[in-house]
């Protein structure tokens, strides 16, 4: 079995939860009104940005990001999810970075391993993103974004859609809330209400 990406589960859950507290506060108010009635996974070829290959590519950063261990990770998050409603709402600016970035880091992958990223083994992504995000792989095939930028706003997205609310297409049945031991709000988007007295 392939190691964990980044760090041992124990110290990466660690990290993961601390970086949560900063991330979740950020995320929380992000395209609420855009994705009203739009909650559900998109059916396959339903993707509303993506196509079903840079889907298939974003969900495996994604999780190489986020490893599934004895919690969820990213891909039972639906965090390529997120990441696409995101893309098609608030976040429309980010289009071009995402096309550019995912077309490089094929282009990276094919000249490192001769495969595509999804086709490698957990240490060889690993190893690509490591590259990438410390500026180390190929200057010519990342002029605009620079690798480590690319890393860098999947990295964060991936965070956001892991953590942030359900509503807005990531924490697919509140799989963050659950690890980190949080109470699932009863209304959406808020906690704040009394202990029930028995």
Not at 38 to 48: E, T
Not at 115 to 140: C, H, I, W
Not at 147 to 159: E, G, I
Not at 175 to 186: A, D, F, N, Q, T
């Amino acid at each position: 079995m392939d190691p964990p990406v980044y760090s041992s589960p124990p110290s990466r859950r660690d990290v993961i939860k601390v970086m949560s507290v900063a991330i979740g506060g950020a995320v929380a108010g992000v395209g609420g009104s855009a994705l009203v009635g739009r909650l559900d996974r998109p059916a396959p070829g339903g993707w509303l940005f993506f196509t079903e290959a840079e889907a298939r590519l974003v969900q495996a950063v994604a999780e190489q990001i986020i490893p599934a261990d004895h919690d969820p990770g990213a891909k039972d998050a639906g965090v390529a999810c997120y990441i696409d409603r995101q893309l098609d709402g608030p976040y429309q600016r980010f289009q071009p970075e995402y096309r550019r970035g995912l077309a490089a880091l094929q282009q990276t992958s094919q000249q490192m391993f001769a495969k595509p990223f999804e086709a490698l083994s957990a240490v060889d992504q690993t190893k690509l993103l490591r590259m990438l995000e410390s500026g180390r792989a190929a200057k010519n095939l990342w002029p605009d974004p620079s690798a480590p930028q690319f890393f860098n706003l999947v990295r964060d997205h991936s965070m956001q859609g892991f953590y942030g609310s359900p509503r807005h297409g990531g924490n697919r049945n509140f799989v963050s809330y659950k690890m980190l031991g949080l109470e699932i709000p009863r209304v959406m988007g808020q906690n704040r209400y009394p202990k029930q007295v028995t």
